[in-house]
């Protein structure tokens, strides 16, 4: 990021490094990333975003840097889902509740 790299680049599959780091990554690099004012709700061509993406693989604490930096949660993908939607089918009721708390519908 010191040398200029596009923060919002996207890999050959369209995801940016946000995205890559909700679902995979650490606390500490969506912490980074978002510093560096990655676009918090960029999403990948399916419409799923960094926010969507921690929350299909249940982790809470991104969950909660992602909606503290402002991400939305009632943005949809292209087929409609939601991540409470996602976050309800899956049972993550934790997360659910986070969601609920800053707004989800």
């Known amino acids: 990021l010191a040398g200029g790299a596009d923060i919002d680049a996207r890999c050959a599959e ?8 909700a679902a995979v990554g650490s606390d500490e ?10 676009e918090v709700d960029a999403s990948n061509p ?5 926010l969507m993406a921690a929350v299909m693989v249940g982790r809470r604490e ?23 939607s996602l976050a309800e089918s899956a049972g993550r009721k934790e997360i659910a509740a986070a969601l609920k708390n800053a707004g989800a519908r």
């Not at 369209?14 to 780091?21: I, N, R, S």
């Not at 690099?29 to 990655?38: E, S």
């Not at 399916?46 to 960094?50: P, Q």
């Open 14 to 21: 369209g995801a940016t490094a946000l995205l890559h780091a």
């Open 29 to 38: 690099a969506l912490k980074v990333l978002l510093g560096a004012k990655a």
């Open 46 to 50: 399916e419409g799923v975003t960094a």
């Open 62 to 84: 991104a969950v909660g840097v992602l909606l503290a930096a402002g991400a939305d949660p009632n943005l949809k993908t292209k087929i409609g889902g939601t991540a409470l």
